[in-house]
């Protein structure tokens, strides 16, 4: 009998650790439609643009949010305004200089303030983000929305998988970043703001 329940206690213990693993998301949209979003409103010239080179991957557990870990990468050489002479200023060398600088990225260490109700978590974001070449520790609102195999729904039958939502809107000084520090606030506004609604998967077998 001892033997049975302890095989028994075994073997539900390796269910619910099999039912506790972090599921693995991948933000590479195979639809393009993953985008970030960002608005400088300046006095003279409010600019609003967006980059769809969004890649990366988050670690997320069902059953734990808050041990959420990842990395979201944007290709800077997709930042794009309206205007396309000022997109090439803004990938330019006396801006972002995009050449120099490939990769605007936000990697998490840490979730703070974690609330869950049904699918659906917030939670304060901290971690390195980096711009223009300098990275600094931010803190950021975050909701992350789980999608239990919803991954068919969004591509097509037969696709089998989960779906993590991930959206955030946050700002910052372009002048932490050293993007032209106190010239051109007229036109160009010191602080820009950015949002980010972009959707993982995790196919399944």
């Keep these: 009998m001892k033997k049975i329940l302890s095989t028994g206690l075994m073997a539900l213990g390796l269910s619910s650790a099999l039912l506790a693993a972090p599921i693995s998301f991948d933000f590479k949209d ?3 439609v993953n985008a970030a979003s960002f608005h400088l ?16 991957t ?10 959420t870990t990842g990395k979201i990468v944007v290709a800077a050489n997709t930042l794009t305004v309206t205007n396309s002479t000022m997109t090439e200023h803004l990938r330019g060398g006396q801006w972002l200089d995009v050449a120099a600088n490939p990769e605007i990225s936000f990697e998490l260490a840490s979730l703070a303030n974690v609330k869950t109700s049904g699918n659906t978590t917030t939670a304060d974001a901290t971690g390195k983000f980096t711009l223009h070449g300098v990275t600094k520790d931010i803190t950021v609102p975050v909701t992350l929305t789980f999608l ?6 969004r591509t097509k039958p037969g696709n089998k998988g989960d779906i993590l939502v991930v959206r955030t809107k946050f700002t910052i000084k372009r002048a932490d970043y050293g993007i032209k520090p106190g010239q051109m606030e007229d036109k160009v506004s010191p602080e ?4 980010l609604a972009i959707a993982g998967s ?4």
């Design 30 to 32: 195979p639809k393009g």
């Design 58 to 67: 988050v670690s997320f557990d069902p059953s734990a949010p808050g041990s």
């Design 41 to 56: 409103d300046a006095l003279l010239e409010p600019i609003s643009g967006s980059a769809n080179g969004v890649t990366g």
């Design 202 to 205: 995790a196919p399944k077998a």
């Design 148 to 153: 239990p195999d919803a991954l068919e729904k």
């Design 192 to 195: 820009i703001e950015i949002s």
